[in-house]
């Protein structure tokens, strides 16, 4: 099946530091999004892109629709202990009546 | 709570029984989906159901498992005859019919399906 290459697989920042990371596929998506996930939980959605080149903030997290609309990058600024936990980017190809194709995630740590 | 509700959230069953699990869309929300999580995987789909229609089941093994979104009632993955390999986590979601939102899903907090 199709599959979303998601980087970097784990990050430790500390406290205060801005965080990215990113989404690509070798197809096109219509829809981006962006969930986090902690441990025990259902993902929460965070940012939903639908249209090429969009720009989405969230509070300190920002998201942006590649014009290629093959990749998405989630920025995270000003990080904080409760960003802890697993990030996933999730697109819908054409077609695909909905479902969603998830990347693998990214464990984020924060350090005091 | 407006959220999507799912239970059991852990389900503990020997091989060859039966998993029944359970999901409860949002309100207003008559589009449910159902993934699997397998551990420090992402999800994958399983199947896509509006009220008493299966849409897209690419995703679901075609022996043992079976869905369905009756009219009145909450949503049911069934899985028969479980196996190890069953064990995992299992997500559902739902999203508004038409309009609005595009292709927002919103998650339940899933069942952790053990086989022992």
């Known amino acids: 099946g199709q599959q979303l290459n998601q980087s970097p697989q784990s990050m430790f920042i500390q406290e205060g530091e801005d965080v990215s990371m990113n989404c690509t596929s070798s197809?096109?998506?219509?829809?981006w999004l962006w969930y986090k996930q902690d441990p025990g939980e259902g993902p929460v959605l965070l940012i939903a892109?639908?249209?090429?080149?969009e720009l989405t903030s969230n509070g300190r997290l920002t998201a942006q629709f590649g014009i290629t609309r093959k990749d998405s990058f989630l920025n995270i600024s000003a990080s904080i202990p409760s960003d802890v936990g697993i990030y996933f980017c999730a697109g819908q190809l054409p077609g695909s009546a909905r479902q969603l194709t998830f990347g693998s995630g990214t464990q984020l740590t924060v350090l005091p | 709570n407006a959220g999507v509700m799912q239970n059991p959230r852990h389900l503990v069953r020997r091989r060859g029984q039966e998993a029944r699990l359970r999901c409860s869309p949002m309100?207003?929300?008559?589009?449910v989906y159902w993934y699997r999580q397998l551990p420090e995987e992402g999800l994958k789909f399983m199947v896509y159901l509006q009220k008493e229609n299966i849409i897209d089941e690419s995703g679901m093994p075609k022996e043992r498992f079976s869905a369905e979104f009756p009219k009145e009632g909450p949503s049911i993955l069934r899985i028969q005859q479980v196996v190890r390999g069953d064990s995992a986590a299992y997500f559902c979601?739902?999203?508004?019919?038409?309009?609005?939102?595009?292709?927002?899903?919103?998650f339940g907090p899933g069942t952790r399906l053990t086989v022992l």
């Open positions: 309100k207003g929300h008559s589009h």
């Open positions: 197809s096109i998506f219509n829809t």
């Open positions: 979601a739902s999203s508004l019919r038409s309009g609005g939102a595009y292709n927002e899903q919103f």
């Open positions: 892109l639908y249209k090429a080149g």
